[in-house]
């Protein structure tokens, strides 16, 4: 391997790694970025992900003790304890409380779905462990044990409640149906729980290591009913650390149980166990150290308690035991005295006391007592035969320990035994889930017996782990028919090295201590050199004569033998034997009493025999193999408990100290195997499902697939030490295999993801592009069509225009036509037609009420009905016309006639086109003329006028009008009348002959509500028969009767009189009417016929546009003042008042007094009534002629053409928006004014104005446009003075 400069690494400075970066490699060595060069074995790359603390490690990218430990401590400082390497879970002690043991939390594992730890929603945790254990259990129908290993003070005993909690509160729900973790626990499960105080009191200490160290070692199988109830417990007990009794190392303690007695005893019983203080006592007094830092010990006196008599101890036993204890302190004060330390020895006086405390604690003679512990009894060969011997001081105190010791030893393990049995089941458990709370590997500075049978318990542990972790791993690769096996290092020798019997260490030791007294330390070491000296684990120790070392799966250990044997030989001897034995006290007997260990060394010594000697390690390999023997008939469950720091503090994680924990933990045996293993398998289908986008399409999920995906993505299937390929899995040897899959899937689906995206984005802009190009197109479309459109209309409306043009220069006979036109046509037609009949001078008058508007256009003939000029005939007489003759003529006195007094009779001379009456035939006296025009015509009077029309002046009446006046003439006989009309109308004839294509015949279309237009053409200009025709030939065409008709009636001068025609009315009914109409301006829609308002007709020539209203009402004639304006300035929705204006024939059908004169009082028109008024007074003071007043006004009105006005609101609709104007009346002309701004629109200027009769107050004006309006003078003279001054200053000057 080498290093890149600037990579990241991990390098292992005073034995702790830490992370740095490479600055230089060369040569094997590494120098790192701050300077520390070191070698490259001490280098490791360096993890990815390791940062982030994953709750698995065997998914870290790069798995060594480096990369664990960086993982470890990124969790540790995030006071995440529990950290899984595949199946074992590693605990690290936080030394501080962590809030994550409480009764919910049990509840949650609990309640929690076995995968949830598989898949990671469950953290690792203890609880995981017992929760998987306990399911596992009911799952498999299979015992389970939980292995918890670790140095001292790692946290073996903690975890060990912890599982214990769990199991027992699960229990008691399995017992308890529903109940919640914390229901209460059943008896038997209390004492599971109970039996932790008793034993903790009883087997631990505080040690420098550990305030609470377990100084023995456990396994607590926990027994269960089928359906998963405890029901009992079973305690094995190894190896109790007995010389703690007698010598507690300096800053440690013994027992706890001696403290807590000597601290919780009641008064009562100090006197009963002659206690006082602690201080009072050798062995407790030896250490100076009486307390544990934060524990009440008096409570937990009182725990203990409890606790005996939750584990149902009897109060004799506890007696019993209390008195053991008491006796073995007041023992340890034993004291002698020698001359010399050669010379035997006595009990000192002072101990007179302790040995009689202790006699009397235990039942015991005070002499045997003393004896026993002062000299031995020694047998003299095969006869039986004995004799003692004084014990020299320390012979005397080792035998005084021996026996405290044994009695300890004893105590404990009938306490473990007892409680044990209390609680062990009374059927065959079904299952059972074992716990083992065992000391971890032990390198001491000097390492002894003990830390051999600790460590060879350790190396059988850590065999079965391995073969458990190895044969599930080959297991598997059987299954899939792999064919191989994995190659990793089995500890299988080292066992044996030390546990093989007869030749193994123990064996050798074994041996010695039978030879009894001829047996020694030296002699074992010595063999044991001379069998091993070439073994791989074993080495010899050139320099020392009395070591030798072990290479450990952990660590080398190098061992001490002096005291091996004595120590294996564990025994007491027959003095203090018998002495145990005499007590009388039954509980106490039971407790110390021991038959089998009788025989021991001694027995074996004593009669020479190679008899099998129960020593120690015998003892200890023996229970080893059970355990071992049970841990293999169980699945297995690894805790691995590490400390975090030596300093018994939180917050500390000391990488060093860390890191020599995880080489003996066997969490690198497991990365080991694994690695040595493959890392990785999936199912085929899961695998194909997950990386087959790597290669595309691959056929099925199978094998096959599975090789395709590897081989495309460059891993070649056939080398096994990368990939192999099982019946239902893929294997992959590293977990970065897996990891550069992972990467490769996850770059492609990014990258897929961006091509997706991509994809979409031109996809959604080629979209939105699309839908702009559309947008645009219709809207280009849509412009065209527009255009077209315009083009069409601009084109109809020539057509319409040249049609009209047509209609009035060809002769079409009476050819009715329907063509369908839309609506919009119809109206652009009209419209065209409006416009161009009005750059042609042609009258036509257009009402155009919204898509209802129907226009009949319509050529006025310029002749009377009688002219000659039809088809047929089509030219005129162009020959001047020349008539004479007397005629009635109304007199210009006044309208309201009715009487006769009015007509005088008149000699008339027609020259041409100009008619002048003489008083007589003498032609001198000239009464007045006519000058025809173009736009003149003679008409007949209405019959209904007739009857107003005076009798005497003949019977015969006609009228001609010019320019707006009308003058009634009658004769006595119709054929003179018709020599009058046909020659007048022969002379308008000649006159428009000059000008214009002189009309021989009326063309009309009618425009029907359902858009159809019928034209049809009359050859008289007789508003009847006009009349008539189009009624009968819409009726007959269309079937029905179709609108309403104004039914106008004549005065004798002039139409002014309509009644409206229902569609009720009968055609024939018109008869008494005398219709002279020209031009039906607009039909309502058929439905609307109920409607006649819309009804106009222009029914003269001069006096062309009017309306006639069903209901005649004063708003009506105001509407029909108002709509004058309409053809220049759109649609007038409303009309809402007047002030005294009205057209005189409105007048003539309504009283004066009806006449609204004074309208609306908006501040505008009062200030210019106002304005008038005062100007009015003014002037009248003044005394002005009227010539200097009409002066005046003419100039103020030059000045402002408002000058004077009478005004009208008037309401509009212009390009459908509404518009409020005011119309003014004065002396100028119409003026339209925008209400809200008063701004003058236009104005109108008069054209003409003149005198309507000279007898009334009537008169006519023209404005510029098309307006004809008459004004009553009278009303005008009270409006406005002005005015009236004005018009009757005009009018006398005209006349
Ligand atoms: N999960 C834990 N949370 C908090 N503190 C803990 C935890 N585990 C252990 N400790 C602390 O560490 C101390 C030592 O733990 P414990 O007695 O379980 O160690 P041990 O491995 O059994 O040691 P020994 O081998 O000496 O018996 C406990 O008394 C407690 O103070
Ligand atoms: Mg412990």
Redesign the pocket.
């Known amino acids: 391997m080498s290093y890149l400069p600037g990579a990241k690494i991990y390098v292992k400075l005073n034995d702790a790694w830490q992370q740095a970066e490479v600055g230089s490699a060369s040569g094997g060595k590494v120098t790192t970025t701050n300077g520390d060069t070191v070698a490259e074995k001490d280098c490791c790359s360096y993890s990815a992900v390791a940062a982030q603390g994953l709750d698995d490690m065997i998914n870290l990218d790069v798995l060594h003790s480096a990369s664990i430990l960086h993982n470890l401590q990124t969790r540790f400082d995030a006071d995440k304890?529990y950290t899984y390497v595949g199946s074992i879970l590693l605990?690290v002690?936080?030394?501080?409380?962590?809030s994550i043991?409480g009764d919910d939390q049990i509840d949650t594992y609990a309640k929690a779905d076995v995968m949830a730890i598989k898949d990671g929603t469950l953290k690792p945790h203890?609880f995981a462990v017992a929760k998987d254990s306990f399911e596992q259990m009911l799952r498999d129908q299979k015992s389970q044990s939980v292995i918890i290993s670790?140095?001292?003070?790692?946290?073996?005993?903690?975890?060990?409640k912890?599982v214990l909690k769990y199991l027992t509160a699960v229990s008691s729900k399995a017992g308890k149906k529903g109940a919640a973790a914390g229901a209460e626990l059943s008896p038997v499960e209390k004492m599971i729980i109970q039996s932790s105080p008793i034993l903790e009191a009883f087997g631990?200490a505080k040690?420098v290591?550990?305030?609470?160290?377990?100084r023995f070692g456990k396994y607590f199988e926990i027994q269960f009913s089928s359906v998963g109830e405890i029901t009992g417990g079973v305690i094995t007990d190894y190896l109790l650390e007995k010389s703690r009794v007698v010598c507690p190392a300096e800053n440690e303690r013994g027992y706890h149980i001696f403290y807590l007695l000597c601290k919780g005893a009641s008064p009562e019983e100090r006197a009963k166990y002659k206690i006082e203080n602690l201080t009072d006592f050798h062995y407790t007094n030896l250490s100076g150290c009486f307390d544990v830092e934060g524990v009440d010990e008096v409570e937990e006196y009182k725990a203990v308690q409890q606790a005996f008599a939750d584990c149902k101890m009897t109060n004799l036993e506890v007696d019993a035991v209390k008195r053991i204890l008491a006796g073995i302190l007041h023992l340890g004060n034993a004291k002698f005295e020698s001359a010399e330390d050669d010379d035997p020895c006595n009990l000192s006086a002072d101990s007179a006391a302790s040995i009689k405390a202790v006699a009397d604690l235990l039942d015991f003679s005070e002499s045997q007592l003393s004896n026993s512990l002062t000299q031995r009894t020694m047998s003299t060969g095969g006869r039986g035969s004995v004799y003692k011997i004084k014990l020299k001081k320390k012979e005397a105190e080792a035998a005084r320990d021996a026996l405290a010791k044994h009695m300890y030893l004893t105590l404990f393990s009938w306490i473990v035994k007892k409680v044990s049995d209390n609680m062990q089941a009374e059927k065959p458990p079904a299952f059972s889930i074992g716990v083992l709370?065992i000391?971890?590997f032990e390198v001491m500075p000097v390492n002894s017996f003990e830390q051999l049978c600790i460590n060879f318990a350790n190396e059988k542990l850590h065999q079965q782990f391995i073969h458990y972790v190895f044969a599930l791993e080959m297991e598997e690769y059987d299954k899939e028919k792999l064919g191989i096996t994995i190659d990793y290092e089995d500890n299988k020798d080292c066992v044996e090295l030390i546990e093989k019997k007869g030749t193994g260490i123990l064996g050798i030791l074994q041996e010695q201590c039978q030879l009894g007294a001829r047996g020694s330390d030296a002699e074992f070491l010595n063999n044991t050199i001379q069998t091993y000296n070439k073994h791989r684990y074993f080495i010899v120790e050139k320099r020392s004569r009395t070591e030798f070392s072990i290479s450990h799966y952990a660590n080398p250990v190098k061992y001490e033998t002096e005291g091996f044997l004595e120590k294996n030989r564990d025994s007491v001897n027959d003095d203090i034997r018998s002495l145990m034995d005499s007590t009388s006290m039954p509980e106490i007997k039971s407790i110390i009493h021991k038959k089998e260990d009788a025989a021991a060394g001694a027995a074996a010594g004593a009669r020479g025999r190679k008899r099998k000697v129960a020593t120690v390690a015998n003892k200890f390999k023996d229970s080893l193999q059970t355990l071992v023997t049970v841990i293999n008939s169980t699945t297995p469950h690894y805790v691995r408990?590490l400390k975090s720091t030596e300093k018994?503090m939180p917050g500390i994680f000391d990488g060093a100290n860390m890191n020599r924990q995880l080489g003996y933990s066997g969490v690198l045996e497991t990365i080991k195997v694994r690695l040595a293993g493959y890392a990785v398998r999936m199912d085929y289908s899961v695998f194909v499902r997950r990386f087959a986008i790597l290669v595309g399409k691959v056929e099925g999920e199978g094998k096959a697939a599975a090789s395709e995906i590897l081989t495309k993505s460059k891993i070649d299937v056939a080398d096994t030490k990368v990939v192999a390929l099982g019946i239902t899995k893929v294997f992959l040897k590293r977990e970065a295999l897996l990891l550069q899959l992972e990467k490769a899937r996850e770059q492609f689906l990014l990258s897929s993801v961006l091509v997706i995206q991509r994809y979409w984005r031109r996809e959604y802009a080629r979209r939105k592009f699309q839908k702009l190009k559309e947008e645009a197109k219709r809207k280009a479309e849509e412009e065209a069509r527009r255009r077209e459109e315009e083009e069409r209309k601009k084109k109809e409306e020539a057509e319409a225009a040249a049609r009209l043009q047509q209609c009035d220069q060809q002769e079409t006979a009476g050819e009715d036509e329907g063509r369908e036109r839309s609506a919009t046509e119809q109206n652009n037609a009209l419209n065209s037609v409006m416009s161009k009949a009005r750059t042609d001078g042609v009258q036509c008058t257009f009402l155009n009420i919204k898509d209802r508007v129907m226009v009949l256009g319509y050529t006025p003939m310029a002749t009377n009905h009688r002219n000659k000029v039809d088809k047929e005939s089509p030219g005129i007489s162009m020959e001047p016309v020349m008539i004479k003759g007397w005629l009635a003529k109304e007199g210009s006195k006044g309208f309201t006639t009715g009487r006769f007094n009015n007509w005088n009779k008149r000699f008339f001379v027609m020259k041409k086109d100009r008619i002048v009456y003489y008083k007589d035939e003498s032609l001198k006296d000239k009464k007045g003329d006519f000058q025809l025009e173009t736009s003149s015509s003679v008409t007949e009077i209405p019959e209904t006028y007739h009857k107003n029309l005076p009798t005497g002046v003949g019977n015969h009446f006609f009228q001609v009008n010019i320019r707006g006046r009308s003058t009634k003439l009658a004769c006595d006989h119709e054929t003179e009348k018709e020599k009058w009309m046909d020659g007048i109308s022969t002379a308008i004839l000649q006159l428009k002959s000059g000008t214009e294509k002189v009309k021989t015949g009326s063309d009309f279309s009618v425009h029907m509500p359902d858009r159809s237009i019928l034209t049809s053409s009359v050859k008289t200009s007789n508003a009847k028969d006009v009349f008539l025709k189009v009624a009968t030939t819409v009726s007959i065409q269309k079937g029905i009767q179709f609108f309403s008709l104004v039914k106008a009636y004549t005065t004798p001068d002039r139409l002014d009189f309509y009644n409206v025609f229902s569609e009720r009315d009968n055609v024939a009914d018109l008869g008494p009417y005398r219709l002279a109409f020209y031009r039906v301006i607009s039909l309502k829609g058929k439905d609307d016929l109920s409607d006649p308002k819309l009804l106009m007709v222009e029914y003269s020539q001069t006096v062309r546009a009017n309306l006639m209203f069903f209901e005649y009402e004063e708003k009506d004639a105001i509407e029909l003042a108002a709509l004058q304006l309409k053809v220049k300035e759109g649609t007038i929705s409303s009309v809402t008042h007047t002030r005294g204006f009205l057209s005189e024939n409105l007048h003539e059908y309504m009283p004066d007094s009806q006449l609204m004169r004074y309208g609306d009082n908006t501040e505008v028109t009062n200030q210019w009534e106002a304005d008038i008024l005062n100007r009015a007074a003014d002037i009248e003071s003044s005394k002005k002629s009227v010539n200097e007043c009409m002066e005046e006004y003419i100039k103020k009105s030059q000045e402002n053409v408002l000058y004077g006005c009478t005004f009208f609101e008037v309401s509009m609709i212009r390009e459908e928006q509404d518009y409020a104007y005011i119309l003014g009346v004065n002396s100028t002309g119409l003026h339209v004014i925008d209400r809200k701004t008063r701004a003058l629109v236009v104005s109108f200027p008069y054209v003409s104005i003149m005198r309507w009769s000279r007898s009334s107050k009537k008169f006519n004006f023209t404005t510029q446009g098309e307006n004809h309006w008459t004004m009553l003078t009278k009303q005008g003279e009270e409006i406005n003075k002005f005015m009236g001054i004005y018009v009757r200053f005009l009018l006398d000057n005209k006349d």
């Open positions: 304890i605990s002690n936080p030394f501080k409380p962590i043991f203890i670790g140095e001292s003070g790692a946290g073996k005993t903690e975890a060990t912890y631990n040690t290591r550990n305030n609470n160290s377990s709370d000391f971890g408990c018994k």
